[in-house]
């Protein structure tokens, strides 16, 4: 045996990024074993096990010392199994059995079966930036997904018995494919707003609503297709830009809930069940993962039956909501999660449902009906952008199979927008700049929506509409905002450069409160 001590790079993850560590391993004589330091956690010090079995397994000597292991710096907390592969890396190299050319410019990361294999962990592509943005190569399983070997080097390994040949001649991740086709949705292929019959109205609200990045509330009695349509969304959303690509996959990735090959670029939709914890709706738990909120990042984040949600958890997603990120104060720290999500939310006007449905008599006490939709909280609403009445389509509608907008049709009509805010940005400057720039002339106030009304192009009589209607509404300030913005994108939608009075009134209509008075 050669050096007395060897160093080897890995990782761990805190929130979605990875921190590096170093892995520094001693040997010493006297009783044979590992000593693991440096406030390894308790899958950390299973590595013990997996790396003795893992090392015999692929025909290895397991030397008869102590091993000391410091993994430094010592005061960050290390979780997880990706120490697994360093490690037996390090002893390895120590005790001679591998060449130690090479381990100086790379980083490993992987979890070891007790037959030699090296399996992947969670948070790859973390790891792969952290290894980007250091300059060095990553070293990890050969089945890891979503690994993209632009702008970082990365080797592969299936068991430890192939660094017998130097770590020079390992090979380079296998291609991933992909697909672009924003028409199947993850988990649901196949679907298409022409299946949704007589709900035209709804599906108008969805597209403006997709155009602009709006929130929206749907309210209905049972089996309105207020499901159908919420699932439908992510096909006439445009698909995911390089930039959000590599955002989803890092959440996901982090969470340890890879995305399926193919559809990487068909924005998240992630719909939990309504009894859902705070925790697992914003993230937490030990270690620290990310809640549904940020695993619909630059996606739909669809609440069904909203008002069955418990209060604590709906009352959550407010500060998101605005702040577009996630900060969980821990212990240890803080950690930050990306939460960047279009809210699509269904409720029943009702506890029975049947509030406002001619075809049905609704049971429920005016005082029942209060404290179901009191649940929601008007904090909440005032954040949703758009509130729709979904309607109970007839039957000869549903039987008969009548023709409407189909997903082709809208996705027309959110490509034709967005290219017009395209347009007006690369014409007139970008909208928010300006509307910035104006916050910073009055002392770092948000300016009002007649304010930004004059940013969005809102022509004399449009401008009118919204002072009177915000009046007449006693419109806060947050509302008149997002009221301004529907505004502007169903102008988009309707391709006109200038905002009109017609636009500001259908926008106005969006601003109905739950239910049907």
């Excluded at 091993?67 to 120590?94: C, R, S, W």
């Excluded at 039987?399 to 690369?426: C, F, K, P, Y």
Aim: with cysteine; hydrophobic share 40%.
């Amino acid at each position: 045996m050669g050096a007395s001590t060897v160093m080897v790079a890995s990782a761990c993850l805190r929130g979605v990024e990875a921190l590096p560590i170093q892995v520094e391993i001693a040997v010493s004589s006297g009783l044979p074993g590992f000593s693991i330091v440096g406030l390894p956690g308790t899958g950390v010090m299973d590595a013990r096990y997996r790396v003795r079995c893992a090392i015999k397994a692929c025909g290895y000597t397991m030397p008869r010392l102590h091993f000391t292991i410091n993994l430094a710096p010592a005061e960050i907390k290390k979780t997880g199994t990706g120490f697994d592969l360093p490690i037996a890396v390090g002893i390895l190299a120590l005790s001679g059995q591998i060449p130690l050319e090479g381990l100086g410019d790379r980083i490993f990361v992987g979890e070891l079966g007790l037959a030699g294999e090296v399996c992947p962990t969670r948070g790859m592509v973390a790891y792969q930036m952290l290894a980007r943005r250091t300059g060095v190569t990553l070293v990890c399983s050969r089945d890891a997904s979503h690994l993209r070997a632009s702008g970082c080097e990365i080797q592969t390994l299936r068991s430890l018995g192939e660094l017998r040949a130097g770590l020079s001649n390992l090979p380079g991740p296998p291609p991933i494919v992909s697909s672009s086709d924003g028409m199947d949705v993850e988990g649901a292929k196949g679907l298409d707003f022409a299946d949704v019959y007589g709900q035209e109205g709804a599906k108008r609200a969805l597209a403006i609503a997709a155009a602009g990045g709006h929130g929206l509330l749907m309210v209905g009695p049972p089996g309105s297709g207020k499901t159908m349509l919420a699932k439908r969304l992510p096909t006439i959303m445009e698909p995911l830009k390089d930039e959000e690509l590599e955002e989803v996959l890092l959440v996901s990735s982090v969470a340890g809930q890879p995305r399926p090959s193919g559809l990487e670029r068909v924005r998240p939709f992630r719909a939990p069940h309504h009894s859902i914890s705070a925790g697992g709706l914003v993230g937490g738990g030990r270690p620290v993962i990310p809640g549904e909120i940020s695993l619909a990042h630059r996606g739909v984040l669809f609440l069904d039956e909203l008002p069955e949600f418990a209060t604590n958890v709906l009352q959550a997603l407010r500060q998101p909501m605005e702040d577009h990120v996630v900060r969980l104060v821990r212990v240890d720290g803080v950690y930050t999660f990306p939460c960047d999500f279009q809210l699509i939310a269904a409720a029943n006007p009702c506890p029975c449902g049947h509030l406002g449905d001619p075809g049905h008599t609704c049971t429920c006490s005016a005082a029942r009906i209060s404290q179901y939709q009191g649940r929601i909280g008007g904090p909440l609403m005032d954040r949703i952008d758009m509130h729709i009445d979904v309607r109970r389509p007839s039957s000869d509608l549903v039987i008969n199979g009548a023709v409407g907008m189909s997903s082709t049709d809208m996705r027309g009509l959110v490509q034709g927008a967005h290219d017009l805010r395209d347009w007006r940005e690369r014409t007139w400057g970008s909208d928010v700049a300006r509307a910035a720039d104006r916050a910073a002339d009055q002392g770092g106030q948000v300016p009002s929506g007649v304010a930004l009304a004059d940013e969005l192009h809102f022509d004399p009589g449009a401008r009118s509409c919204l002072e009177g209607v915000s009046k007449r509404m006693a419109l806060g300030a947050r509302a008149i905002v997002k009221m301004t913005k529907v505004s502007r994108t169903i102008a988009d939608v309707e391709q006109s450069q200038n905002v009109t009075r017609d636009h500001v009134l259908e926008a106005c209509s969006y601003r109905n409160r739950l239910g049907v008075k």
